[in-house]
């Protein structure tokens, strides 16, 4: 039975590969709004009416619960679609959750008072939009006290990774980096708060230094979506085939994803 993820681009290929590889029984639907991409520069009006319209794609497919492994899309437009939008029969995740848990060292479930953890100095590297959204921040501090965070706009990574642009993907991480390191000496952690960043985690590494933990979020996603099916099975949509779909060129967004994944996939127009 089929689940959806969804990314405004090629991005969230970074997840589906850590999920198909903890749950290689689970047909996974993945949705890339390449047309579109990338979300980080828009409007955050504009990116809900894209997310909604791209779920409901996912729905279509038979997908019942849809992770958005998309992060502007979680920090700018999950709150609203859940409060407002979201059908009871329908469940629709973000990305921040598996994240603010392994950095806290505490389920989403528990439910006591904020309390100090180990991490003090925490630097996150996101979207535009995301880092205009605060949703990070808003979201750790239900569950930590006295962390800062410093936040850094990561403008063009994005697009340079998603060109196949590698070369520039890595001097402007590195760019990021230092400009973050102005604001923040000596982070304890780093949040790689865009799916794409995965892919560029080693120059993020090496730009911190090796005494910096580096967060990214596939895998926690991954270990957290095995959990959730483990709780609420029901969820699994009726769905039963996998399947690549997206908005822009097919032949030239499965090209870029068979670089990504490393093994063939071919897309069909969403």
């Not at 979300?39 to 009416?49: C, F, H, L, S």
């Not at 909604?52 to 794609?57: H, I, L, N, P, S």
């Not at 709780?231 to 032949?251: A, I, N």
Request: hydrophobic share 45%; aromatic share 8%.
């Amino acid at each position: 039975m089929a689940v959806g993820i969804f990314d405004s681009g090629l991005g969230g290929l970074t997840v589906l590969d850590a999920v198909s590889k903890r749950l290689p029984d689970v047909p996974f639907v993945y949705f890339g709004d390449n047309a579109h991409a990338p979300y980080g520069v828009r409007t955050a009006d504009d990116i809900y009416n894209l997310t909604t319209t791209a779920v409901e794609r996912l729905w279509e497919a038979g997908c019942d619960l849809v992770i958005l492994a998309c992060n502007t899309a979680s920090a700018a437009a999950l709150r609203r679609m859940q409060e407002s939008w979201i059908p009871r029969d329908k469940r629709v995740l973000g990305v921040f959750v598996p994240l603010i848990e392994a950095l806290t060292e505490r389920q989403w479930g528990d439910n006591s008072p904020p309390r100090e953890v180990e991490v003090k100095h925490v630097a996150l590297f996101a979207t535009p939009a995301t880092v205009a959204s605060r949703a990070f921040q808003r979201e750790l501090a239900f569950r930590a006290i006295g962390v800062d965070v410093e936040a850094q706009a990561c403008g063009g990574v994005v697009d340079a990774i998603e060109e196949g642009d590698m070369i520039l993907a890595d001097a402007l991480v590195r760019s990021h980096v230092d400009a973050l390191k102005r604001k923040m000496p000596t982070p304890d952690a780093a949040i790689l708060g865009c799916t794409h960043y995965p892919i560029m985690q080693e120059a993020f590494q090496e730009a911190l230094g090796a005494d910096v933990k580096v967060f990214s979020q596939a895998n926690l996603v991954a270990s957290s979506l095995a959990d959730y099916l483990t709780r609420h099975p029901q969820m699994v949509g009726p769905g039963t085939e996998s399947m690549f779909l997206t908005t822009g060129d097919p032949v030239k967004v499965a090209r870029g994803a068979t670089q990504f994944l490393r093994r063939k996939v071919e897309f069909t127009k969403a």
